[in-house]
């Protein structure tokens, strides 16, 4: 029986500020790029086709590389070869729509489905491009100024003017708004305006042949850590939003109400300074001597999803402090091994955390609350052993496969909302 073939032949992604080939963990690389490299590579799978265009950091970097069958990354000049700020980026806004739209014009009209743009500052760009190429343009915030702005870290400074007005104006017109979440697309309606029928809600995912459970004994073997340890495990960028400042100090509240703790515990933070964190690469070793613990934390820097993984299989716990996320992947990796997770009851958290049954959300960023949690769960490892088990199903629900074929759905119904209608083949 004949069907219709999938709309979508080809996506034009957007990412200027950060690449899918950097290492998540650090600079301004994160879940973003986890996000887009693996719904890339699921939508090549459906036969999808993805270009996605960043800005070129690196004077010998390929003009195009192939990261997997069907996604290409495509390097646009746009500034000096290095690593600008975010704060630097709007000032090459126009050079890096010059290059797009230079690319597109090598080939015959009509070689971009749909545009997706991530974060406001590729919203910028892909809005412009959706008026030349007359294709939709479907957005994804990934974080929002007005949210950040309202949970701001004690020593985090708030997003500019500048980005507001950008990303209100990307609301105003994107065809489409991707959130991570329902409680997203709230925020997206009450606090940007968005129209209800123009935001659609996708899930992000994980990846779940890398990340599953193991054995939690190997790994530490592999990672030199003590077997009979408790590994208390934080995964992120170092900077004030992520808030790993506060797991050192509940840790410390530990110590100090049970030094006999001391012999057992091991605090792991695995990532690099980025953002704000950057004015203070070292603050994290220096706030460990000040508390006292410096002999219990250890610092790992960024290192591929594979390696990442064992750190998940040798915690007991990860914490995910976050004064907001959009989702928070590192939750749902986590929990894909087995490995329950303390997370702050912020944003996306409270989807890709189940309370009680895969880990524990805890109310707001004080250091007594958070060392009362651990301690709980430290001292009942047969709670530990129910919330490992019930992690490892809710994050089965979350793979990426189903994040892309939801975001096909999405590019299909963009464009027959802008009468971008292939025909019916038969396959």
Sequence with gaps: MPRLAPLVKRVATISLHTSPLDQPGTGDAGGMNVYIVEVA?????????????????????????ELAPGVLVRHVTAGPYEELSKESLPGQLCAFLSGVLRTEAMYEP???????????????????AKQRWGVPLVHTMHTMAKVKNLLLAEDDRPEPAVRVLGEDQVVDVADRLVANTQAEAEELIH???????????????????????????????????????IVLLFVGRIQPLKAPDLLLRAVARLISADPALRSRLVVACVGGPSGNGLARPTHLT???????????????????????????????????????????????????????????????????????????????HDPREWARVLRRLIDRPEWRGSLSRGAVAHAAAF????????????YTRAMTATHRLPTAVNR
Excluded: M
């Design 41 to 65: 590579k699921r939508l090549a799978g459906l036969g999808v086709e993805v270009e996605i265009f960043t800005r070129q950091t690196a004077r010998d970097l390929p003009a195009t590389v």
């Design 110 to 128: 009509g070689r971009y489905d749909v545009i997706h743009s991530h974060y406001w500052l590729s919203g910028q760009v892909g809005w412009l």
């Design 191 to 229: 606090l940007y305006g968005a129209t209800p029928e123009r935001v659609s809600v996708v899930n992000p995912g994980v990846n779940l042949s890398v990340f599953r459970p193991g054995s939690a004994a190997e790994a530490r073997d592999r990672l030199d850590l003590p077997r009979d340890a």
């Design 286 to 364: 220096e706030l460990a001597e000040t508390l006292g613990i410096a002999d219990l934390v250890r610092l790992a820097p960024p290192c591929p999803q594979h390696e990442l993984a064992d750190w998940y299989l040798a915690a007991d716990l990860t914490a995910v402090p976050s004064h907001n996320e959009s989702f928070g992947l590192v939750a749902l990796e986590s929990q894909a091994c087995g490995t329950p997770v303390v997370a702050a009851a912020v944003g996306g958290l409270r989807t890709a955390v189940r309370h009680g049954v895969s880990g524990v959300l805890v109310d707001g």
């Design 399 to 410: 793979g990426w496969s189903a994040t892309a074929a939801r975001l096909s759905e999405v």
